[in-house]
Nanobody, 118 residues
Framework: VQLQAYGGGLVQAGGSLRLSCAVSGTFFGVNDMGWYRQAPGKQRDLVASITTGDRTNYADSVKGRFTISRDNAKNTVYLQMNSLKPEDTAVYYC?????????????WGQGTLVTVSS
């Protein structure tokens, strides 16, 4: 199983970016999916998560600016980021709980860098 994240880049403050992350490989299905971020010298923190029933959860710092969504047919999770701020600069990682033959396993994407200039 692999998670491939893409969509990061350099954007000015106030701009927008959309991240995508697709799950590929052999599995039965995908449960919760999410996005985390890690800024230089800081720990990796949850940005947003979404269940199979589209119940969402957001970090307080991104509420009202970021929107997480998923396409179950494509096993893909998205993060629409609007009104970006310099403090949103970080490597963003996607995460998924994947159902396989012997249980539920958590996988991580490789990370995609988001840089917001002031």
């Amino acid at each position: 199983v692999q998670l491939q994240a893409y969509g990061g880049g350099l954007v000015q403050a106030g701009g927008s970016l959309r991240l995508s992350c697709a799950v590929s490989g052999t599995f039965f299905g995908v449960n919760d999916m999410g996005w985390y971020r890690q800024a230089p010298g800081k720990q990796r923190d949850l940005v947003a998560s979404i269940t199979t029933g589209d119940r969402t959860n957001y970090a307080d710092s991104v509420k009202g600016r970021f929107t997480i969504s998923r396409d179950n047919a494509k096993n893909t999770v998205y993060l629409q980021m609007n009104s970006l701020k310099p403090e949103d600069t970080a490597v963003y990682y996607c995460n998924a709980a994947v159902r396989r033959t012997f249980g539920l396993y958590t996988y991580w994407g490789q990370g995609t860098l988001v840089t917001v200039s002031s």
